[in-house]
């Protein structure tokens, strides 16, 4: 055979072989874009530290944060944009409470009173419901030892799980509210499954008030469906309204788990009642128990993706309330310890909590590529 024939041949081959390589491979993907490109909804303005599930607290003229991760750590900053030096963690070693993970404690929300520090943190599994909310307490935000009390709750296993409503929610995500008559402190906690519930605790705020027989309320519900991903919810209250906040939607993996569908992400959402212990309504009317919930903030941009994990700060006379949340950067990356530190100031439209701009994210335009196993992006700044 005459030589450029041979070279013909094989030219034609490898492009066969190419084209015949198996999707995963694929040099030239056109996947859907997974992720919000809506312009309505602000950008945040940029907390610089990367976090999960924050907890921030304001002391002293400084902000604290707690953030879920190894014994708890947390950072002192001057400002919500930092920079944030860490000060300690709340533990030295592993929690008292002999269940989840010991020594990557979820979602910490600290609250002062009279000077004394109160720690509630989670301790679990993803996808179980074998979980402890457990509390500790300090005098100092300095890096001292806090104290350990362990369990407050316990959900699947342990001390009091056979305990309605213990044996159908799950103990992870605690928030905290203060009834603004009586000063009474509630409790909330829950996802999925039952999704979220309030009990009152004790005047301690060391244990729930009556453990055997808990008074035990349910703040939010999505009926007719097995799927129910409503999970770390807080409580503020602002000019008569009590307001729940939640996350929605599915939360983390997403490098190594895939995507969900377009708009299936964590996204924050509200509902408000006259009463600490509800009924809760959406801006519609829509009954957090039969699946309401107002979006308030979600994926935007091309930039934001997935927030949640969210916390809000009262404001004063002069600055307004603060939404804060964690949310992954589409330039940084997906993983999990990839997440960020973001906020926005909020206004009130007609007792509804609205967020306002935030600080631009540079213009940015998206590439997609996959790579074996998992879809990637690959952001491209067009400014």
């Known amino acids: 055979m005459h030589r450029s024939s041979l070279l013909l041949l094989l030219i034609t081959a490898l492009v066969a072989l190419v084209g015949a390589r198996p999707a995963s491979q694929s040099l030239t993907p056109t996947p859907p874009q997974v992720y919000e490109t809506t312009d309505k909804i602000p950008l945040p303005n940029v907390g610089n530290l990367q976090v999960h599930d924050p907890n921030v607290v304001y002391w002293d003229d400084h902000y604290y944060l707690f953030k879920g ?41 600290t609250i002062e009173r009279n000077g004394t520090f109160y720690c509630f943190y989670t301790l679990s599994t993803h996808g179980s419901r074998n979980s402890a909310i457990g509390v500790a307490t300090s005098s100092k935000l300095d890096g001292s030892p806090w104290t350990d009390h362990g369990a407050l709750i316990r959900t699947g296993q342990g001390n009091g799980s056979d305990v309605w409503p213990f044996t159908i929610s799950n103990a992870i995500d605690a928030s905290f509210i203060r009834d603004n008559a009586t000063g009474k402190a509630y ?15 004790s005047d301690d705020w060391l244990s729930i008030e009556t453990p055997a027989k808990p008074d035990a309320v349910q703040l939010s519900f ?22 729940v906040w939640f996350s929605h939607g599915k939360c983390c993996s997403f490098d190594v788990r895939g995507f969900p569908a377009r708009g299936d992400e964590y996204n924050i959402r509200v509902g408000r009642s006259r009463a600490v212990r509800g009924p ?9 128990l039969d699946g ?7 994926s935007n941009h091309g930039a934001v993706y997935a927030p949640g994990g969210l916390g809000v700060m009262p404001g004063n006379s002069s600055t307004p309330d603060i939404l804060y949340y964690h949310y992954l950067n589409t330039s940084i990356g997906f993983a999990d310890e990839q ?16 967020v306002l701009d935030g ?3 540079k213009s940015s335009a998206a590439i997609i590529s996959r790579s074996p196993g998992w879809w990637s992006l690959m952001i491209l700044s067009v400014a």
Do not use: C
């Open 292 to 298: 309401g919930g107002t979006i308030v903030y979600a």
């Open 222 to 243: 999505i009926p007719h469906e097995t799927f129910r991903p409503e999970e770390g919810s807080w409580m503020s209250y602002h000019d008569g309204y009590y307001y």
């Open 69 to 109: 991760g190894w014994h708890i750590p947390y950072y002192k900053a001057s400002n919500m944009s930092g920079p944030w030096t860490q000060v300690g963690t709340v533990f030295d070693v592993e929690s008292v409470i002999h269940q989840g993970n010991r020594s990557r404690p979820w979602a910490p929300t």
């Open 359 to 361: 600080i631009d994210i």
């Open 339 to 354: 997440a960020q530190l973001g906020y926005n100031y909020l206004k009130y439209d007609n007792g509804w909590p609205v």
């Open 187 to 201: 409790l909330n906690y829950g996802s999925y499954w039952q999704d979220i519930w309030q009990v009152p605790l």
């Open 280 to 288: 809760f309504v959406d801006r519609d009317g829509k009954l957090l």
